[in-house]
């Protein structure tokens, strides 16, 4: 059974900086596309990152370019996201999700899922 588990959410003044990690199990993302989302109550899924297999192309956000920096470890089947420079409108319960079937900007395209982590940020 695959899983994603993320960790490294958290509450954070605005300028702060986190980590997310995200490490799957059950089968090898290797050569699959990772990312990450995040959604607000009453709104959808949005793209935030994704990298389409170790060491290829990378792709964000218009909203998070310059101030997060997405990162993979196949050796630990890991994906990260680096988060600098925090913004109040970053808070968000922040996704990780891997295999990608379609456009990586739309979540319906992505076919595995963590249980998301929740990124608040004070202003």
């Known amino acids: 059974q695959v899983q994603l588990v993320e960790s490294g959410g958290g509450l954070v003044q605005a300028g702060g900086s986190l980590r997310l990690s995200c490490a799957a199990s059950?089968?090898?993302?290797?050569?699959?596309?990772m990312g990450w989302f995040r959604q607000v109550p009453g709104n959808e899924r949005e793209f935030v990152a994704a990298?389409?297999?170790?060491?290829?192309?990378?792709y964000y956000a218009d909203s998070v370019k310059g101030r997060f920096t997405i990162s993979r470890d196949n050796a630990k089947n890991t994906v990260y996201l680096q988060m600098n420079s925090l913004k109040p409108e970053d808070t968000a319960v922040y996704y990780c999700?891997?295999?990608?079937?379609?456009?990586?900007?739309?979540?319906?395209?992505?076919?595995?899922w963590g249980q998301g982590t929740q990124v608040t940020v004070s202003s």
């Open positions: 999700t891997a295999n990608l079937g379609g456009s990586m900007w739309s979540f319906r395209s992505w076919n595995y």
């Open positions: 059950g089968r090898t993302f290797s050569s699959d596309a």
């Open positions: 990298v389409r297999w170790s060491g290829g192309p990378i």
